[in-house]
């Protein structure tokens, strides 16, 4: 904590020895109390000894932003990218870390290890805090930067909750959409069980063999392929009203004072249902003689329903100077997806229609206890966490159609049909322990000594499954042009007709089982080793193993894994140089690491629904490791209001790159370490409340919020003679860099650009408050493009939104109403290759105008 310098405070000392005697010795004049104040001004940002960024309860509702994603889009530096993940500086989330009240989270996602931050809605937030310069209390993957998500405390008043909102969007709100029946629960985010895996299909897998011919008789296929589920998955559906968004929450909280004890207890309930249509073009192309030529020109055009359900519960005790809470959480994410996709198909030399259904269930689970005990001058603080996320998407569903004579026919023995079932688990179990001990000493002033250790273990398991009907000879035309649940009804399902064929990679291509487990300790003094000159030294040893093996869903053969097994020693000194009573200038550096995640190491394919774009990992992907250097000057005007100005510098041994190969399918994207990458800019932020009064009565008696922040970050990969990288092709085997990856190319995922502003204003009685939000991102690159191939670049473009929320009083009952308008320019998704003029349009579609309107109770 920063206090008032040396300087500022022996003055007002030196005033008041001074002046205290005489007036004491005048007669006439009587003090009964002489109060001497240097300025303090509280705040997060000022009081920690790392450069933050912070987004209070505050920020949360006055921004009206629905999840902690959205919320820290409106940070300096912090861009989102799949409405997901938060990207620090340009750097991509596996750079980041995200922690839940200070301890680990695991990731429902298949390609990620860091949770995405969408699952967490905003009802349950108390604020989050970013950290820019790393610690040696804090994990030691850090590139970007630590997001730590605060959760609501226990009150100190007793309060009761509601609130509920309905919204549209223009591009989707009873406009013409697609969808399936799926089952009779889906509106809950709950599968009323039509999405289980057949009895007779769980009983074949479990003997260990593939689901075929081979090895099963006809009789058995034949009831195994008629026990799938049929038109309410299979069958697409068209409509012309999808429906409205809405959700709504209920909170309260209450606490006991005893003569022994304080007792505290919150609890938040959520539920949300939107839907989103997606018409989008998504192209690929070739490059021939240096300009572009487009291969594949597909329409697809997409509905999703998205249903979330969250719980939060809080109990605090606090026991004279011990504390202890325990916190649950739980968010169960659905996504039911109806996607029909058409176009001219070099690749398969026809006009072809691909129809899909899916439903992608994510469900997160954590349970978290801690406690602080003061001892006096030393503090103890601990914490113990499990946390368990699922991914389950049962009955992905794709069907082909060849388009002839303005017919479309659907051949089981040639065209594609295929049905999946995939599940994911990670866990993570972590405890940690901090001891902090304030040492008098006559050279040091508020000396404080700390030591701590920190244990993480992390395990997944992934899996599919993947099945298609086949026949042994080209039925009929007739048999061809059925509509689909009645060309897969059991009638057709036979040893005449449809037979069950697994399709499922082996030699590890289907299945993996991950796992990280680290060990850290470290040291760290902090003081203030010169008149308004503080600093934070210290060292932090992280041991690592990570492991990645690849299973043989058909063999007893274990196959050969992956191991990375590292110790790190990880300095880091940050300097504070308060040189005026509301100013001050930090100096930080640090070496930090990034470790390849889970699904970048595992040699599985993946089909992404957010690109349609297929991944697989490489066994060969080796740890990053980063010099991080920060330098900003920070002014304070009052609680919540500042101006700062700071500069970057970053310098990445191998990051770890994403890169688009050709494959029999179509795109497929893999992974490798990049030789070198170098980042370094500059951002600017300011946040201040002004009251002038106009002489305008709609303006004046108001108070003012103006603002902003920029951030330039240049992200440049270097690359030099005799550089070498290890692809996945290459089966371990090095291969020139330069056949890869270009020098002097955008880092991924960097935006050089990032601005937010906000201008708005607030009554003096707070009753109303409107707000007006710009965010912009400028292009980044989002993959390598194929081997001479331009790269993906996407463009997020301006988003402007506004919000507007009133407070009313009726029938002695206190309301907050609500409005809220988002992308307010028609911002669209635009993902594209680009050169010399030409321009393949990846994947580009209207996101539109989302509007909501909302009303909250508390009692």
């Not at 004049?29 to 450069?51: A, H, K, N, Q």
């Not at 010169?530 to 193993?545: I, M, Q």
């Amino acid at each position: 904590m920063n206090k008032l310098f040396r300087p500022l405070s022996g003055l007002l000392l030196c005033t008041t020895a001074l002046f205290a005697p005489a007036l004491a010795c005048a007669q006439e004049v009587e003090v009964e109390e002489l109060l001497v104040r240097g300025r303090f001004i509280p705040d997060v940002m000022r009081e920690t000894s790392e450069v933050v960024s912070v987004v209070t309860s505050e920020d949360l509702a006055r921004q009206g932003d629905g999840t902690a994603a959205e919320a820290l889009t409106r940070l300096a530096g912090l861009s989102l990218v799949s409405g997901r993940f938060v990207y620090v500086r340009g750097l991509g989330e596996r750079y980041s870390s995200a922690l839940l009240n200070g301890s680990p989270l695991p990731s429902p996602e298949p390609l990620q290890r860091v949770v995405p931050l969408d699952l967490f809605p905003s009802s349950v937030l108390a604020g989050v805090n970013v950290q820019k310069t790393f610690s040696a209390k804090n994990p030691g993957e850090f590139g970007g930067g630590l997001i730590d998500l605060r959760t609501v405390a226990v009150p100190d008043e007793p309060f009761f909750s509601i609130s509920a909102s309905v919204g549209a969007n223009d591009e989707t709100t009873l406009k013409r959409g697609l969808t399936h029946y799926g089952g009779d629960w889906d509106f809950t985010g709950v599968d009323d069980g039509t999405r289980e895996m057949p009895l007779l299909l769980r009983q074949a897998i479990a003997t260990g063999k593939r689901v075929d011919s081979s090895n099963f008789d006809s009789a058995q296929l034949t009831a195994i392929g008629r026990s799938f589920q049929n038109a309410n998955i299979n069958l697409l559906q068209s409509t012309n009203d999808v429906p409205f968004n809405g959700g709504f929450s209920v909170s309260g909280g209450r606490s006991f004072v005893f003569d022994w004890a304080t007792l505290g207890a919150v609890a938040v309930v959520g539920y949300d249902n939107s839907w989103h249509t997606r018409r989008a073009v998504q192209q690929e192309g070739v490059v021939s003689l240096d300009r572009l030529s487009v291969t594949e020109d597909m329409f697809s055009d997409s509905t999703q329903n998205d249903v979330t359900l969250n719980a939060l519960t809080s109990v605090a005790l606090d026991l004279d100077g011990h504390t202890f809470k325990w916190t649950n959480f739980y968010v169960r994410n659905v996504t039911k997806e109806t996607r029909s996709v058409e176009g001219e198909s070099s690749r398969a030399s026809n006009f072809v229609r691909d129809d899909y259904t899916a439903w992608y269930q994510r469900e997160l689970i954590n349970t978290q206890l801690t406690g602080e005990h003061r001892f006096g001058d030393l503090q103890i603080d601990w914490r113990g966490s499990y946390a368990r996320t699922e991914r389950d998407a049962p009955y992905e569903r794709q069907v082909r159609y060849r388009k002839v004579g303005g017919v479309y026919y659907h051949n089981p023995q040639s065209d594609a049909n295929f049905i999946r079932f995939s599940e994911l688990e990670d866990k993570a179990s972590g405890f940690g322990v901090d001891l902090n001990y304030r040492l008098a000493n006559p050279w040091i002033a508020d000396f404080t000594v700390s030591a701590g250790y920190a244990w993480l273990d992390n395990e997944r398991y992934s899996d599919q499954r993947v099945f298609r009907f086949i026949m042994d000879f080209t039925p009929s035309l007739a048999f061809q042009t059925q509509r689909v649940d009645f060309l897969y009804s059991d009638f057709n399902i036979g040893p005449d007709g449809l037979i069950l064929r697994e399709v499922t990679g082996s030699e590890g291509a289907a299945a993996y089982e991950a796992s990280l487990t680290t060990h850290a300790f470290y040291l760290q003094a902090e003081g203030e080793i010169y008149p308004a000159v503080r600093a934070t030294l210290g060292a932090r040893f992280e041991s690592g193993e990570q492991s990645v093996q690849a299973i043989d869903l058909f063999s007893a053969n274990r196959l050969e894994g992956r191991t990375l097994k590292n110790d790190y020693l990880l300095p880091a000194l940050t300097v504070t140089w308060n040189f005026a009573e509301d100013q001050q200038l930090r100096l930080g550096v640090s070496k930090t690491i990034a470790r390849p995640q889970f699904r970048e190491q595992a040699p599985q394919l993946y089909l992404d629904p957010e690109s349609d774009r297929l991944f697989i990992g490489n066994p060969y992907l080796q740890d990053s490791e980063l010099l991080n250097v920060d330098l900003r000057y920070e002014r304070y005007f009052d609680r919540g209001q500042f101006v700062t100005l700071g500069v970057f510098y970053k310098d990445i041994d191998k990051p770890i790159e994403s890169v688009v190969n050709e494959s029999g399918s179509g795109l497929q994207q893999s992974f490798l370490n990049a030789p070198r990458a170098v980042l370094y800019g500059a951002e600017a932020e300011f946040k201040k409340y002004f009251e002038p009064e106009f002489g305008i009565a709609i303006l004046d008696d108001k108070r003012w919020l103006l603002g902003a922040n920029y951030t330039y970050t240049k992200a440049e990969v270097v690359v030099e003679d005799g550089d070498v990288v290890f692809p996945r092709t290459g089966l371990g085997q090095p291969a020139p860099a330069r056949n890869f990856v270009i020098d002097g190319s955008r880092l991924q995922g960097q935006s050089e650009h990032l601005a937010n502003l906000q201008f708005g204003f607030e009554t003096l009685d707070g009753a109303t408050q409107a707000t007006v939000l710009v965010n912009y991102a400028s292009e980044r690159t989002t993959a390598r493009g194929q081997a001479g191939a331009p790269d993906f670049v996407q463009d997020p473009g301006v988003l402007v939104d506004l919000t507007v929320r009133r407070k009313l009083e009726v029938w002695g009952m206190d309301y907050t109403l609500s409005f809220e308008a988002r992308n307010l320019l028609g911002e669209e998704f635009d993902e594209s290759q680009k050169r010399n003029g030409d321009k393949i349009r990846l994947n580009n579609y209207e996101l539109g105008r989302s509007f909501s309107l909302g009303l909250s109770a508390r009692f």
